[in-house]
């Protein structure tokens, strides 16, 4: 497995690979790699002769106060997990490398105004902007992003749509721990109580599955979800949604496919979850 630092480096590598009509694929990441990534890589192993893993922790989605300076960072061990997992290629580059001021963003609207996009205003310019750069520079034939972060994998469908883009987005499960709680990088922050109380997230979801699928409308799929989360001391919710799985508005009737999203604060730890219903 190979390393690069420069935009240079990975286009002469993806060029080469090009013309031996190899196919690639893309994992886009901030590092800090966990079994969810793994699955993402392995699935990207699987799927193209090529598999190129971006570790960089992105400036331009992280707001004022976000926690950009704190964000786990272990290049090494991603290095290794990308390499057990079938990577040929893992892209680290520096913020230098990817953005020069002034920059030129990308911005998704609709999608990126409801949910996380509520109180992290600029957090899906950030995404859009840096996957857009990642797409114009590897130029994969297929990307790969977790459904956990199902709002992002949204926009970033419009986006190739939009933008013409001839990659194809490839949705990926949520990968949990034992006991229900999504893997993510942030669960590093949390406490060995925080740790616990954070169950009530998949608690919620467990519950929001239930009350869905016995016929019942938005409103008491979120009373139960809230319930649940209110129930716990530590948490703070910052959103608990019913949405249109395509457009991430609103919806009071489940009469088509849904996304019921959340994110809730653990102590100053703020984690997110999903889960999707389809009508049949």
Known sequence: MKTANTVNEVRSIVREWKKQGLSVGLV?????????????????????????????????????????????????????????????????????????????????????????????????????????????IVTPDRAYFGQKDAQQLAIIRKMVLDMNYGIEIVGCPIIRE????????????????????????????????????AGCSSESVLSAMKKIIEAEPLAKIDYVSVVDALDMQPVDKVEKDVLVAMAVYIGKTRLIDNFSFEVA
């Open 178 to 213: 034992e006991d229900g709680l999504a893997k993510s990088s942030r669960n590093t922050y949390l406490s060995e109580e925080e740790r616990k109380a954070a169950l009530c997230l998949s608690r919620a979801v467990k519950k929001g599955q239930e009350v869905i699928s």
């Open 28 to 136: 886009p990441t901030m590092g800090f790699l966990h079994e969810g990534h793994a699955s993402l890589i392995k699935r990207a192993h699987e799927e193209n002769d090529r598999v190129v893993v971006s570790d960089f922790v992105n400036p331009t989605q992280f707001g004022p106060n976000e926690d950009l300076e704190s964000y786990p960072r272990d290049f090494e061990r991603d290095c290794r997990l990308s390499e057990e997992m079938g990577a040929d290629l893992v892209f680290h580059p520096e913020p230098s490398e990817m953005y020069h001021d002034p920059h030129t963003y990308v911005t998704i609207d609709t999608l990126s105004e409801t949910l996380c996009g509520v109180t992290r205003p600029i957090h899906f310019r950030g995404v859009c902007t840096v996957v857009s750069k990642l797409f114009n």
